[in-house]
Nanobody, 124 residues
């Protein structure tokens, strides 16, 4: 019903930046809240950021500490995650997700739509 395709991952040095993109197709994009989660090897999938359907409200995981910013462009059916001041501990597969905002904020287990994930590797 909804397809999410991520891009923008890669290898960066500590302190660098990356901007992830997630293009949505299928159901009307602005019907959903959008979010980002990440999963490092051997760790649980964790919440990174979420944004409301209009883009007026954003939410972040505690570890972000102002380094990341989520945004959306409804005209392009795309959500972004700007990541600055990257640290080696940010290394993970990053997944975009779509669902009701309340569901995204509740954690990953009940989220309906997922992208395929994109690898982010931060070297020291």
């Amino acid at each position: 019903q909804v397809q999410l395709v991520e891009s923008g991952g890669g290898l960066v040095q500590a302190g660098g930046s990356l901007k992830l993109s997630c293009a949505a197709s299928g159901r009307t994009f602005n019907t959903y809240g959008m979010g980002w989660f990440r999963q490092a090897p051997g760790k649980e999938r964790e919440f990174v950021a979420a944004i409301s359907t209009s883009g007026s409200s954003t939410y972040y995981g505690d570890f972000v500490k102002g380094r990341f910013a989520i945004s959306r462009d409804n005209a392009k059916n795309t959500v972004y995650l700007q990541m600055n001041s990257l640290k080696p501990e940010d290394t993970a597969v990053y997944y975009c997700a779509a669902d009701q905002l309340r569901t995204l904020l509740a954690g990953p287990t009940s989220v309906r739509y997922w992208g395929q994930g994109t690898q982010v590797t931060v070297s020291s």
